[in-house]
């Protein structure tokens, strides 16, 4: 098939791609809204949707100068359906509605996290793409989970989170230290000079029967602790042992549950053998680290792709719908770009 347009905003990235069948990128570009963002310590979806509606037709006109193709010469246009914020779904949409309606192109709705998940067939990534089935540990700032990716519309979520999402925590305990948003990076620098051992934070969950997550009571203890040194008053080693102590919390909840998802992964699929990570918390060394080890152990193969590739970006969202396109899975422009979309809902698996 021809080469195929990718959009993603679905959060406070405005990105556009273009790949062709074989993975290749021909052109990609992410613009990141988070300077807009940080004065307000998170996303606001409101200035999330108008810097879409500002930002986004030249970023696609970039992308396609870059790749030295004419609408007409594509072969479809995906966007981000959801999840995610409503507005610049509806931005991202209705553009690629209306260039697939101007030239005759078939439209991909894509599901954000299953672009997540297929990013790992990329050609480039696993020696000829990985095959199905794998587990994905999908750990982003909005979601947490495992999920078995057994094909092309065809996953299942394994377990979740029951509170926050592992980078919702990064970024909440980062602000208790008084560093920036997003919090992760800034967190993982300050770790780095820290000792993992000073404090003993909870693990919540560790060792408890499936795959799910919680990381709300791991938060409340680093608040606490933070509190009992006075606000404001904490030292450079201090907060670096409380931000140390509380990645290596993270690292060992996430690598126990991630034991636990292969352990299922292998019952449902005993071919299985590929971990792939995705999400802007996958960029954390520690926790590569420790999942890497937790993999080797029981026979899986770690794969976690390039930062770029596992935070939100359009390369993504061209990859998956080429992957639907090819089977036939065009999408009617009536669709309904959705805020809630989970992995596992009823229409996102092919019709067997
Ligand atoms: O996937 P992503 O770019 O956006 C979505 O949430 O969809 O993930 C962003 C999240 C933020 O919560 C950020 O603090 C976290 O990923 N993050 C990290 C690191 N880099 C980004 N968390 C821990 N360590 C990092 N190095
Ligand atoms: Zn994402």
Not at 5 to 13: H, K, M, N, P, R
Not at 31 to 42: F, I, K, M, W
Not at 259 to 287: E, F
Request: proline share 6%.
């Amino acid at each position: 098939m021809r080469p195929v347009l990718g959009i993603e905003s679905s959060c406070d990235e405005t990105a556009a791609a273009v790949l062709d069948e074989a993975g290749r990128v021909l052109a990609e570009s992410v613009l990141s809204q988070e300077s807009d963002h940080a004065p307000y310590g998170g996303v606001v979806p409101e200035i999330a949707a108008r810097a879409h509606l500002a930002f986004l037709p030249e970023q696609v006109r970039r992308v396609m100068a870059a790749a030295g193709l004419g609408f007409a010469e594509l072969g479809g246009v995906a966007a981000s359906g959801g999840p995610g914020l409503i507005g610049g779904l509806i931005v991202g949409s209705q553009f690629a509605k209306g260039i697939a309606i101007a030239h005759g192109l078939p439209y991909a709705a894509v599901n954000h996290l299953e672009a997540h998940a297929l990013t790992a067939r990329l050609p480039g990534l696993v020696s000829g793409g990985a095959e199905f089935p794998y587990l994905l540990l999908l750990v982003s700032g909005g979601h947490c989970q495992c999920v078995a990716v057994e094909g092309v519309g065809r996953h299942v979520r394994l377990g979740g989170t029951l509170d926050d999402a592992a980078g919702e925590a990064f970024d909440k305990v980062a602000k208790l230290l008084g560093l920036g948003w997003p919090g992760g990076p800034a967190l993982e620098r300050l770790a780095a000079g820290g000792d993992p051992r000073r404090f003993a934070f909870p693990r919540p969950l560790l060792g408890r029967a499936g795959c799910d997550f919680s990381f709300s009571g791991l938060k409340t203890a680093v608040a606490h602790e933070v509190a009992r040194h006075g606000a404001g008053a904490l030292s450079t080693q201090v907060a670096s042992d409380i931000a140390a102590g509380f990645q290596s919390a993270v690292a060992d909840v996430l690598s126990d549950r991630a034991k636990h998802a292969m352990a299922m992964m292998r019952a449902r699929a005993p071919a299985a053998r590929l971990l792939v990570v995705a999400g802007g918390v996958a960029a954390n060394g520690a926790i590569r680290a420790a999942l890497g080890d937790v993999a080797e152990a029981l026979g899986f193969e770690l794969v976690a792709p390039p930062v770029r590739l596992c935070t939100d970006n359009a390369v993504m969202v061209a990859w998956t719908g080429i992957e639907r396109l090819r089977l036939g899975m065009v999408d009617a422009l009536e669709f309904a770009p959705r805020p809630r979309w989970p992995l596992d809902a009823p229409d996102m698996r092919v019709a067997s």
